[in-house]
């Protein structure tokens, strides 16, 4: 059966010592820093740009693959709640 | 993943839809660093899932994994090895693969010849995270963290 945990906005809440939930700001705060950390450009403009059709052709190529990952990482930004 | 790693993940949600949710490490972006038996912290991990909350019709839900990306590294961030499976993104690839990093060096002395793997998209079946970490602690000499590993790796196999 699933739990449902509380989660309060721009809290980190802990359901029990081995599950955590991210409040969907953290989540978009940590995507954000993410990108920047890799690719030197917000969040925001990363999805942009991968809508836009930019990353498509080489996020799967050797030495690029980090824009791969960052893709994954999309719905960490898109979250309601 | 606590067999070898002490950074937690994180997942983007718990609700059905059809929309994919993300199973990662947190922070997001950073590699959980690995220990090898020499004691040194020499490869890293990165791992995201994408997953969907499903219902069977019943009253029961259930977790349906719908794409993978595997990543073990050098601690200096340089990929050694890949497995990917992202049949809903752009790539016309969309089939379980594996990339791995390096040249070989191929053919005869007057006619020699650079293969680069890392492009190369090679079919693998599906992996779990359980094979991937069983791939490192047997292969790369990684330390597992709890005496148990075995079973609990057996045990998330199903």
């Given at each position: 059966?699933?739990?449902?945990?509380?989660?309060?906005?721009?809290?980190?809440?802990?359901?029990?010592?081995?599950?955590?939930?991210?409040?969907?700001?953290?989540?978009r705060?940590?995507f954000d820093a993410a990108v920047r950390d890799r690719m030197g450009i917000s969040g925001e403009e990363f999805i942009r740009r991968w809508e836009a059709g930019e990353y498509w052709e080489i996020s799967d190529r050797?030495?690029f693959r980090h824009i791969g990952d960052l893709i994954m990482l999309i719905p960490l930004a898109r979250?309601?709640? | 993943?606590?067999?070898?790693?002490?950074?937690?993940?994180?997942?983007?949600?718990?609700?059905?839809?059809?929309?994919?949710?993300?199973?990662?490490?947190?922070?997001?972006g950073?590699?959980?660093?690995?220990?090898?038996?020499?004691?040194?912290?020499?490869?890293?991990?990165?791992?995201?899932?994408?997953?969907?909350?499903?219902?069977?019709?019943?009253?029961?839900?259930?977790?349906?994994?719908?794409?993978?990306?595997?990543?073990?590294?050098?601690?200096?961030?340089?990929?050694?090895?890949?497995?990917?499976?992202?049949?809903?993104g752009v790539s016309?690839?969309?089939?379980?693969?594996?990339?791995?990093?390096?040249?070989?060096?191929?053919?005869?002395?007057?006619?020699?010849?650079?293969?680069?793997?890392?492009?190369?998209?090679?079919?693998?079946?599906?992996?779990?995270?359980?094979?991937?970490?069983?791939?490192?602690?047997?292969?790369?000499?990684?330390?597992?963290?709890?005496?148990?590993?075995?079973?609990?790796?057996?045990?998330?196999?199903?």
């Amino acid at each position: 059966m699933v739990s449902v945990p509380t989660v309060a906005d721009g809290v980190l809440i802990k359901e029990d010592e081995d599950d955590l939930f991210l409040a969907p700001e953290e989540g978009r705060r940590m995507f954000d820093a993410a990108v920047r950390d890799r690719m030197g450009i917000s969040g925001e403009e990363f999805i942009r740009r991968w809508e836009a059709g930019e990353y498509w052709e080489i996020s799967d190529r050797e030495g690029f693959r980090h824009i791969g990952d960052l893709i994954m990482l999309i719905p960490l930004a898109r979250q309601d709640g | 993943m606590a067999c070898v790693a002490t950074q937690p993940l994180q997942v983007t949600g718990y609700r059905l839809g059809i929309e994919p949710h993300t199973l990662a490490f947190i922070p997001p972006g950073r590699p959980a660093l690995l220990r090898t038996e020499n004691g040194a912290m020499d490869f890293a991990l990165t791992i995201e899932e994408s997953y969907l909350v499903v219902q069977d019709g019943s009253s029961a839900f259930d977790v349906q994994r719908v794409g993978y990306r595997y990543t073990l590294l050098h601690r200096t961030g340089q990929e050694i090895i890949a497995y990917h499976w992202h049949p809903a993104g752009v790539s016309s690839v969309t089939h379980p693969h594996v990339h791995v990093s390096g040249t070989n060096r191929v053919g005869s002395p007057d006619q020699p010849r650079s293969i680069t793997l890392g492009d190369k998209h090679i079919t693998t079946g599906f992996v779990s995270l359980a094979d991937i970490v069983l791939l490192i602690i047997v292969e790369f000499g990684v330390t597992p963290r709890r005496p148990d590993w075995r079973s609990v790796l057996e045990a998330a196999a199903g």
